[in-house]
C-alpha cells in the first residue's frame, strides 16, 4: 500500500515551530512561496525587481495559500556570480518590507548564508525564519546569530559553495554523509539553545541526478532527528534533465516530486508555483485520513 499512517518515528517528530511568539503546527505541511528578487535565478531571475512587481506575486502566492513567502537576494544557482553583502541587502530589505506591511499574517523566511544579512533583516524589520543553504559552513558567525536573534532556522546540506557545488559532487553513502552532517550542526545548534530547526536535504545542490532520487526514495531517513523536513524540489534540474525539457516546463515533474516529498513525511514543500503545492497537500492528506 502506498499510503500509510505516520509511523512511530514521525508521530515523535516535532510538529510545531516558534514564530514570533507562536507556536504554528505542522500536522498540516506548509507552502512556502519562493519570492526571488535577484536578476539571476535559474527560473524566475529578474521577474520581481519593482515593489509593483514584488506585491502582485505576493498576493497571488498568499492568495492560492501559501503559509510562507521566502525572500532571496543572492542565486545559488550553481555558478551563479558572488555578491557583496551590501548588494543582497539592497535588493532583499525593500521585499522584506513590503511583506510586513501589507502581508502581516503571512510568514517571512529570508534566505541567506551570512549572518550579518539575517541580523540586519530581522533588528530593522522583524523575526524572519532564516534559511542557510550552507547549513552554517559559509559563515562561522551563522549559528551564533540564530542564538542571539532567537528565530527558526532552516538547515540546508550542501557541499562548497554555489560557484562550484556541481563540480563532480561524490560521496560513498550520500544518506549517511547527510545524516553525520545533520546530526553535526543540529548539537552544535542544541547546545547554543537553538530549538526550531528544520532540515532540507538540499535537492540540486552539490548532487548528482542519481544522489536526488536515492534522497528522495529515502527522504524518512531523516526522521532519526525527529526535526521537521523541507523539500526544495521545484522546477530544478533533476526534473527537467531526466525529462529532457526546460525549468519552464517542469510543473507536472514538480508536482509528481512534491507528491512523493509528502508521502516521505516532507512538512514544508518551498516552490515556485503555490496552488498546485497546496493542491497536492491536500490530497496526500485526504489519503492519510483515508488509511485503515
Keep these: 500500500m502506498l499510503v500509510r499512517?505516520?509511523?512511530?518515528?514521525?508521530?515523535?517528530?516535532k510538529k510545531t515551530i516558534n514564530y514570533r511568539g507562536t507556536l504554528v503546527s505542522l500536522d498540516t505541511p506548509l507552502v512556502m512561496g519562493i519570492l526571488n528578487v535577484t536578476?539571476?535565478?535559474?527560473?524566475?531571475?529578474?521577474?520581481?525587481?519593482?515593489?509593483?512587481?514584488?506585491?502582485k506575486q505576493i498576493a497571488k502566492m498568499v492568495t492560492e495559500g501559501a503559509d510562507i513567502i521566502d525572500v532571496g537576494a543572492y542565486s545559488s544557482r550553481?555558478?551563479?556570480d558572488?555578491?557583496?553583502?551590501?548588494?543582497?541587502?539592497?535588493?532583499?530589505i525593500p521585499a522584506i518590507k513590503l511583506l510586513r506591511n501589507q502581508f502581516?499574517?503571512?510568514?517571512?523566511?529570508?534566505?541567506?548564508?551570512?549572518?550579518?544579512?539575517?541580523?540586519?533583516?530581522?533588528?530593522?524589520?522583524?523575526?524572519?525564519?532564516?534559511n542557510d543553504i550552507s547549513g552554517g559552513a559559509l559563515d562561522d558567525h551563522m549559528f551564533e546569530t540564530v542564538a542571539d536573534l532567537r528565530v527558526p532556522y532552516i538547515m540546508m546540506h550542501m557541499k562548497g559553495t554555489p560557484q562550484n557545488m556541481q563540480q563532480e559532487p561524490s560521496y560513498?553513502?550520500?544518506?549517511?554523509e547527510m545524516c553525520v552532517y545533520f546530526s553535526e550542526r543540529v548539537n552544535q545548534l542544541h547546545r547554543l539553545g537553538v530549538s526550531d530547526v528544520i532540515l532540507d536535504p538540499g535537492f540540486g545542490f552539490a548532487?548528482?541526478?542519481?544522489?536526488?532520487?536515492?534522497?528522495?526514495?529515502?527522504?524518512?531517513?531523516?526522521?532519526?532527528?525527529?526535526?521537521?523536513?523541507?523539500a526544495g524540489v521545484s522546477r530544478k534540474s533533476m526534473i527537467y534533465r531526466l525529462l529532457g525539457s526546460e525549468p519552464s516546463e517542469?510543473?507536472?515533474?514538480?508536482?509528481?516530486?512534491?507528491?512523493?516529498?509528502?508521502?516521505?513525511?516532507?512538512?514544508?514543500?518551498r516552490v515556485h508555483d503555490v496552488r498546485e503545492a497546496v493542491e497536492a497537500v491536500k490530497i496526500v492528506e485526504k489519503l492519510k485520513s483515508s488509511v485503515i
Design 78 to 80: 550553481p555558478g551563479a
Design 207 to 230: 548532487k548528482t541526478l542519481d544522489h536526488n532520487y536515492e534522497l528522495m526514495n529515502n527522504l524518512d531517513a531523516f526522521d532519526v532527528f525527529r526535526l521537521p523536513i523541507l
Design 82 to 92: 558572488d555578491i557583496e553583502a551590501e548588494l543582497e541587502l539592497e535588493r532583499m
Design 172 to 176: 560513498e553513502n550520500i544518506v549517511r
Design 250 to 269: 517542469s510543473l507536472n515533474g514538480t508536482t509528481v516530486l512534491n507528491t512523493m516529498a509528502l508521502l516521505g513525511g516532507a512538512d514544508i514543500l
Design 104 to 130: 502581516p499574517d503571512v510568514m517571512i523566511s529570508i534566505d541567506t548564508f551570512r549572518s550579518s544579512v539575517a541580523r540586519k533583516i530581522v533588528e530593522e524589520c522583524g523575526e524572519c525564519i532564516i
Design 5 to 13: 499512517k505516520e509511523g512511530l518515528n514521525r508521530e515523535k517528530r
Design 39 to 55: 536578476p539571476d535565478s535559474f527560473y524566475d531571475g529578474g521577474r520581481y525587481r519593482s515593489e509593483e512587481e514584488m506585491e
